[in-house]
């Protein structure tokens, strides 16, 4: 099966400026995950769907940081404007459903941000 | 606050080498997951553990949930080059979401 598909694989901007990334889950993956791994740091959950609704977006900075699933498929995230210390890997994961035991997540290459 | 507190943080080893790395936590995960990732990619799940004490083989790699189901180890044995990468452990309780230690670096040195 394809895996977890993300673009750009790469982004240079300067601060204050906007920047979209883009994933496409595995076929038939209801659960969609955005996850932001600053340098040396694991993973941290940004926002989580189930189809195109939000389950947990308890983490995410929302006065700058935007996501969204339509049609419960691809989902594109937004940062608008962003900071230095957004520089990080933006990875997007898809699980079959949302229970991870039962459904382990499939990650993407990630997205690497760099705010200068 | 970290809820998983892996360590080392980095290693650096001689291939055949034997290493244990830990994932320690002071709350109760209904599983937990490791992960492996390298440069550029991103992480890969090698193995979910459920049951406190369980013990589960991947060729040369031992992994354990500890009884009380707050921490757990991942053990090499004779260490190759392959192996190399960052090791995330990841606890979840029941159905809500992950959360990641911060990892372990190794680096197998041939």
């Known amino acids: 099966e394809a895996g977890v598909a993300q673009s750009p694989r790469y982004k240079i901007i300067e601060k204050r400026q906007s920047v979209a990334f883009w994933c496409n889950p595995i076929?038939?993956?209801?659960?969609l995950y955005w996850y932001q791994q600053i340098l040396g740091q694991g993973p941290k959950l940004l926002i989580q769907?189930?189809?195109?609704?939000?389950?947990?977006d308890s983490q995410l900075p929302k006065d700058r940081f935007s996501a969204e699933r339509l049609k419960g498929v691809d989902s594109t995230l937004k940062i608008q404007p962003a900071k230095l210390e957004d520089s990080a890997v933006y990875l997007c994961?898809?699980?079959?459903?949302?229970?991870?035991?039962?459904?382990?997540?499939?990650f993407g290459n990630g997205t690497r941000l760099t705010v200068t | 606050t970290q809820l998983l507190e892996q360590s080392p943080q980095f290693l650096s080893i001689q291939e055949g080498e034997n290493l244990t790395v830990y994932c320690n936590s002071s709350?109760?995960?209904?599983?937990l997951q490791w992960y492996r990732q390298e440069p550029g990619e991103g992480p890969v799940l090698l193995v979910t553990?459920?049951?406190?004490?369980e013990v589960k083989k991947l060729k040369r790699l031992t992994f354990q949930f500890g009884d009380a189901r707050k921490d757990s180890s991942l053990h090499i044995t004779a260490a190759q080059p392959g192996d190399t990468g960052l090791y995330l452990c990841?606890?979840?309780?029941?159905?809500?979401?992950?959360?990641f230690g911060q990892g372990t670096r190794l680096t197998i040195n041939p």
């Open positions: 994961a898809s699980s079959a459903d949302i229970s991870s035991y039962n459904s382990p997540l499939h």
């Open positions: 076929s038939g993956h209801a659960t």
């Open positions: 769907f189930q189809n195109n609704g939000v389950v947990d």
């Open positions: 709350s109760v995960f209904s599983s």
């Open positions: 553990v459920v049951t406190g004490g």
């Open positions: 990841a606890g979840a309780r029941g159905a809500q979401k992950l959360v």
